[in-house]
């Protein structure tokens, strides 16, 4: 795997269904600028603390639906599919920016980091809240 100057995020993992549906917007992230596709969630309007919750809260209410084995066989499906995908990436590759919409400037791994990353928070945020580590952040869950 290339050397990489924007470090990908690694999500905790957790058994929260939460876990599944974030890892399958990034992976759907990448994929779409693979395509060179724009995903609906690099939109403006879900890139709020409000969508944010509304995501989770229905990422929580549809795990709720299934039963654990399928829970965890889709957590483990999608957690090695976002690994190949960002292991997939050559450096060149990595580096090269991704043409969508505005954003023409952006490389792969800035996008990458960016969709692991909570809008308008320090990156690995979310998973600092997880791990119950915000205060090495220097932040608090505000």
Known sequence: MPDRSVTPVTRCATSSPTSSVWDE?????LT????????WS????WETREA????NASGVAAGRELPVGLLLHRFASVHDALLAELGSYSEAEWHAPVPLDADTGRMVGSL???VMTVPRQH????????????????????
């Open 25 to 29: 917007i990034s992976l759907a992230v």
């Open 32 to 39: 779409e600028a693979r395509a060179v596709r724009r995903h």
């Open 42 to 45: 690099l939109d403006p309007r």
């Open 52 to 55: 944010g919750q509304m995501l």
């Open 112 to 114: 990458a980091q960016y």
């Open 123 to 142: 990156p690995y945020w979310h998973a600092a809240i997880h791990l119950r580590r915000l205060s090495a952040m220097g932040t608090d869950q505000g």
